[in-house]
């Protein structure tokens, strides 16, 4: 199994940037594929961006593409989430996610949740 912790979170003005952190427990991080979720009050929980096991790969929902960068360093055990150009309907609570299969895509269905950080964007 692999635990997550989620950090820095926060209050930012419209317009500014986060930069999400989710450090990962164990010694096998490099065979999880992450991601980003968030959950808004009163609605869904929704996929925000993935990264490959080896970080070849990256998917993003579109409306935070060309503002959100995922990365990971499986030397370092951590998935960062960097969310530029930031704005009040990206308020949320954030997830970090682990998910051990083949694939993956917008659609994985993840196994790991971390406890999830607040965002809050002020307009």
């Known amino acids: 199994q692999v635990q997550l912790v989620e950090s820095g979170g926060g209050l930012v003005q419209a317009g500014g940037s986060l930069r999400l952190s989710c450090a990962a427990s164990?010694?096998?991080?490099?065979?999880?594929?992450m991601g980003w979720f968030r959950q808004a009050p009163g609605k869904e929980r929704e996929f925000v961006a993935a990264i490959t096991k080896n970080g070849g790969s990256t998917y993003y929902r579109d409306s935070v593409k060309g503002r959100f960068t995922i990365s990971r360093d499986n030397a370092m055990n951590t998935v960062v989430l960097q969310m530029n150009s930031l704005k009040p309907e990206d308020t949320a609570v954030y997830y970090c996610a682990a998910v051990l299969s083949i694939l993956v895509n917008p659609t994985t269905r993840f196994d790991y949740w971390g406890q999830g950080t607040q965002v809050t964007v002020s307009s």
């Open positions: 164990g010694r096998t991080f490099s065979r999880y594929h």
